[in-house]
């Protein structure tokens, strides 16, 4: 099973950055996004792969065109949060807020049922489950908002989280690409920097396997910017001369769907309920 799924947010959403962590300073930079998500439809289409696109509502309510365009090309949206802040800087409250906001939005402008969600940075994990009590109560049925990293575990596969209301809600994390016997979240940043040979070699090993990028992972033309320093500048961009056609090698070598499709094939009764 080979999943794939975009982040759709703008190459200045940096949680990890002082100034572009602020929403209030992501105004007045240029966006890279149109043209880089209509490069991904392309290269998706021509093989009719599918994926989810986890998007940021603030960016669904700039640029609404993105939506029309997703939705035309027929793939599958979920939501990104509205303001792109994790679970450390929002209380139950806010979270809601931000939710049901992103929610909102992504389904007025789409005209479909948002059930799918993804946490910025993929920051939850067992000691804020009630995220998950949040997304059951918003209509949330599918989340890929854990890794290896807050799952504590290197193998990651499908499983179930019990949410308060009794329902439950199809966990969908993100895999692991393996290289010198480390582990690393497989895409973005990773999928980048690490040889195209093990890549596949990673993928071709598990029978699970869902990918994540954002559209700047594949803009050689990056904006660089001395408001996130050198650092984060050479880390915005390292990999990404080759990163367009390391892409294309991993779809031509498999099929790729999205999170609901990819669900459907998923014995879900047997799944291990995680929390």
């Not at 966006?31 to 960016?59: C, P, Q, Y």
């Not at 997703?70 to 209380?91: A, C, M, R």
């Not at 999928?191 to 594949?218: G, Q, V, W």
């Amino acid at each position: 099973m080979h999943i794939l799924t975009i982040d759709v947010e703008d190459w200045y959403h940096l949680i990890d950055n002082r100034y572009f962590s602020d929403p209030k300073n992501w105004y007045d930079n240029e966006s890279r996004l149109m043209k880089n998500m209509e490069n991904i439809i392309n290269l998706l289409g021509k093989d009719n792969h599918k994926a989810t696109f986890f998007v940021v509502g603030w960016i669904a309510e700039k640029y609404p065109a993105i939506i029309k365009l997703l939705v035309q090309s027929g793939f599958e949206i979920g939501s990104h949060s509205y303001l792109h802040q994790t679970t450390k800087s929002l209380n139950e409250k806010a979270f809601f807020a931000d939710t049901e906001k992103s929610i909102k939005i992504l389904e007025d402008i789409s005209g479909k049922k948002v059930d799918c969600y993804r946490m910025p940075a993929f920051s939850i994990d067992r000691t804020n489950k009630w995220v998950f009590d949040i997304l059951s109560d918003l209509g949330i049925k599918y989340d890929s908002s854990l890794t290896f990293i807050n799952r504590r575990n290197k193998h990651v596969y499908p499983y179930k989280i019990k949410t308060s209301n009794g329902n439950f809600i199809k966990e969908l994390p993100v895999s692991t690409f393996r290289y010198f016997g480390m582990y690393f979240n497989s895409g973005s940043g990773y999928f980048r920097i690490l040889p195209l040979d093990r890549i596949i070699n990673s993928i071709e090993k598990r029978d699970y396997t869902l990918l994540y990028f954002h559209p700047r992972d594949f803009d050689t033309q990056t904006p660089i910017s001395f408001k996130v320093g050198l650092l984060q500048n050479l880390k915005n961009r390292i990999g990404l001369k080759h990163s367009v056609s390391k892409f294309e090698s991993v779809l031509n070598n498999f099929k790729f769907t999205d999170i609901q499709n990819a669900s459907l094939k998923i014995d879900w009764e047997k799944k291990e309920i995680l929390f």
